[in-house]
């Protein structure tokens, strides 16, 4: 069994902007190879884990999809031995000045993000955070040596290293979504010595940050008969809202809202309280902004549930997990895998766990 904390500060450490996944997808199909029947790629790059279950064909199958994909800085212009820089993902700017990263040109330099003095940026950018567009990333290098080195559209990724915080928490970049990677991982070694009835397809999906393309196209060219996002969900932290957060350390979410299934979320809700895993229930009333907006609308339409992990900070280089969460989510996963029996579907209705009362005041 992997030990979640060093493996998802691994995960960290490797980058993977959206729409250029290849370092991670490869780092993943090394850990993948001995969890799986097979391993194949998408043709845009999204990675496909099957384990077969011991139904005849046609047999059910199920989708996890956990985007792979993280957020980082693109060099737009190189001017006078600096880097000028637009986002890739969407990122908080308020927090990047200091920030330090890594350019991927010819070959990989530390760098700084910088902020001009105030006296030198137009006047409706002199007070409060300064706009991405004025940030500049410094290398130290001279003119000549960055001009031949870097040119615009070469990836910028974080540099800050996983940090080990109190109450079994983690902090650094890219836990939206290794975090969800890891968890999936782990779902994938608690399912090694069980018995299963159904396939599972493990993916790892790309541009979840930009395009969804990932989720569309595998789900189009697998065709599960459901389907599962595993993503990161809004940390609690003083004075953020109650009803759109949610604590660490307290469980993973259950999404509920038009992209889930309501048959779904009541199933793993009785499941999680069965085996005593904490949860909460995040209220999704319009698209979830994960891979099930994808999943859900594939072809004649996928039955769909969206499992998030709290993070803070989301969208910074300094996101902050419980790793407790992330253990439980991959837990809470593999059990509801392990009971899919051959009957499952014939008890699956829309209108019927609809109209149950799935959410407790």
């Not at 500060?9 to 029947?37: A, C, F, H, N």
């Not at 990161?232 to 038009?258: D, E, I, N």
Request: glycine share 8%; proline share 9%.
């Amino acid at each position: 069994m992997t030990d979640l904390l060093p493996y998802l500060k691994e995960l960290m450490t490797v980058p993977g902007l959206s729409g250029y996944e290849t370092p991670i997808r490869q780092m993943l199909e090394e850990r993948w190879t001995p969890l799986t029947d097979h391993l194949s790629v998408s043709r845009i790059g999204s990675l496909h884990g099957l384990k077969r279950g011991s139904l005849p064909e046609p047999k059910p199958s199920i989708l996890l999809s956990a985007h792979m994909d993280i957020i980082g800085l693109m060099v737009t212009k190189v001017t006078q031995g600096f880097l000028r820089v637009t986002e890739v993902g969407g990122l908080d700017p308020r927090v990047l000045p200091g920030q330090l990263v890594i350019v991927h040109g010819r070959q990989d330099l530390p760098g700084l993000i910088v902020q001009p003095p105030p006296r030198l940026l137009p006047s409706h950018a002199q007070n409060g955070p300064v706009p991405l567009e004025y940030l500049l990333v410094d290398t130290g290098l001279a003119e000549a040596e960055l001009s031949r080195l870097v040119r615009s559209g070469d990836l910028i990724s974080f540099a800050q290293p996983p940090l080990e915080t109190g109450g079994e928490t983690l902090t650094g970049p890219y836990l939206d979504n290794r975090a969800s990677i890891a968890a999936l991982t782990h779902c994938l070694e608690e399912l090694q010595h069980r018995p299963l009835a159904w396939d599972v397809w493990a993916v790892a999906t790309v541009q979840e940050e930009e395009t969804l393309a990932g989720a569309a196209t595998s789900a189009f060219q697998l065709r599960p008969t459901l389907a599962v996002a595993l993503d990161v969900t809004f940390g609690a932290s003083p004075g953020s809202p109650s009803y759109r957060t949610h604590p660490l350390g307290k469980g993973p979410a259950l999404g509920w809202g038009p992209n889930i299934h309501p048959y779904l979320f009541n199933s793993f809700k009785k499941l999680a309280e069965q085996l005593e895993i904490p949860y909460q229930t995040e209220v999704m009333p319009r698209m979830s902004g994960t891979d099930a907006i994808a999943l859900q609308i594939t072809a004649q339409g996928i039955p769909t549930m969206v499992l998030s992990i709290p993070v803070r900070y989301m969208h910074t280089p300094v996101e902050m997990v419980a790793i407790k969460d992330v253990h439980r989510a991959g837990r809470l996963l593999a059990e509801f895998i392990a009971q899919l029996g051959p009957d499952f579907m014939d008890t699956i209705s829309w209108e019927e766990s609809s109209a149950q009362p799935a959410i407790e005041a």
